[in-house]
């Protein structure tokens, strides 16, 4: 009887300790998944830097040289109003290709913009005394390549190149022409849609068109340790994600991409006014205008005392707009004037090509071609 009770209580121990084994060796087992998956995902970020650092590294290796545009003169005459011009770019989505986009077209039609901006700031300037612009990016300067299924088939170049070489290029050469013709530039910045790694985890800087501004900003204004001084007074840049607002005069513009006002086939009039409404109480900074882009079709509305002026795309149609949405046009961009005491005083539509030409030439000029092809 004392060896059985002696055998139960050594075999009570052993379950005892069998069962803290198990215990203990799940919870190694928990442990080590854990560090497994943390290890693969430092590995992961540790890649990503790694490819960010090497793309950074080929942008600096020589050295980035940028000829500062000299200061114009300051314009003096007192019987001429002070204006201030307004450039919205939005949309550009540089990589994406269809049978008559693609980067190339991009960069000339960007650079091509900035041009006709300052010629008609040249035109305007027997009106008014002109000396700074501020510049509206509206997001979707980069196609992406992980927004929709197969996205990576219908681009010519990889997100991380068309955020940190093709739009930096074409944005830095047009501000730098820009620098010649104005004294003072203020950027202000939000994100689009196509910016977004994906449909799911939409965190607020995760996003390539910030990637985009960021790289901008490091190319005029440097680093907190390596500043470029030499751009010091000359640009500014204010970084949002979703919405900024501008402040052009004593007036409010409210910059957003237009993604978060949901529509279908076509503008959604309905879905603008409706979130007009509901901004011009709940957000913090006052606001007058509202600018927008995304559903890349140059547009205007009133809604009260406020005014929605929708953007265009850089791109000139494509098979699914005209499918799904019955939709194409010239390629167009906004460029407008502010007067401290009446707002906005015009609005200039800038076409991205040389010519357009009118519906009834166009129709005449496709049926000669077919008739001869």
Not at 9 to 35: C, F, G, M, P, Y
Not at 234 to 250: C, P, Q
Request: aromatic share 10%; with cysteine.
């Amino acid at each position: 009887m004392k060896k059985d009770s002696q055998k139960l209580k050594r075999i009570s121990k052993l379950t005892a300790e069998a069962d803290d084994h198990e215990v203990e060796s799940a919870l190694v087992r928990a442990q080590k998944r854990e560090i497994a998956r943390l290890t693969k995902k430092a590995d992961m970020q540790r890649s990503g830097e790694a490819v960010l650092l090497s793309y950074l590294a080929e942008i600096f290796k020589d050295g980035l040289v940028l000829k500062v545009p000299k200061k114009p003169r300051k314009d003096t005459r007192k019987t001429k109003p002070e204006w201030i011009g307004v450039a919205h770019l939005c949309d550009l989505h540089f990589g994406k290709t269809t049978h008559n986009y693609n980067s190339t077209i991009a960069y000339q039609r960007t650079v091509l913009y900035f041009h006709k901006v300052g010629e008609i700031i040249k035109a305007q300037r027997t009106a008014a005394k002109i000396e700074v612009v501020h510049i509206l990016l509206g997001g979707d300067i980069a196609e992406g390549e992980s927004v929709f299924k197969g996205q990576k088939l219908l681009i010519d170049r990889q997100v991380l190149e068309q955020a940190m070489f093709d739009a930096p290029e074409a944005i830095v050469d047009g501000i730098l022409y820009l620098m010649t013709i104005v004294r003072e530039i203020h950027m202000w910045c939000v994100v689009g849609n196509h910016g977004w790694d994906g449909k799911k985890y939409r965190i607020g800087a995760t996003n390539w068109d910030r990637v985009f501004y960021e790289t901008l900003k490091l190319i005029f204004k440097g680093t907190e340790k390596l500043p470029r001084d030499q751009f010091k007074d000359r640009i500014h840049f204010h970084i949002g994600d979703y919405d900024v607002t501008a402040r052009v005069f004593d007036w409010g513009l409210l910059l957003i991409h237009g993604d978060r006002i949901k529509g279908q086939l076509g503008m959604p009039w309905y879905g603008i006014g409706k979130k007009m409404s509901g901004w011009a109480d709940i957000l913090e900074e006052p606001w007058e205008y509202l600018f927008m882009g995304h559903f890349h079709t140059l547009s205007s509305i009133t809604i009260n005392y406020r005014r929605c002026f929708a953007n265009g795309s850089a791109e000139s149609g494509n098979e699914y707009a005209k499918e799904n949405m019955a939709a194409s046009g010239y390629p167009v961009q906004r460029f407008c004037f502010f007067d401290a005491k009446h707002g906005m005083v015009n609005d200039h539509p800038v076409y991205l090509v040389d010519k357009i030409i009118p519906q009834g030439r166009r129709f005449i000029d496709a049926y000669q071609e077919k008739k001869n092809g």
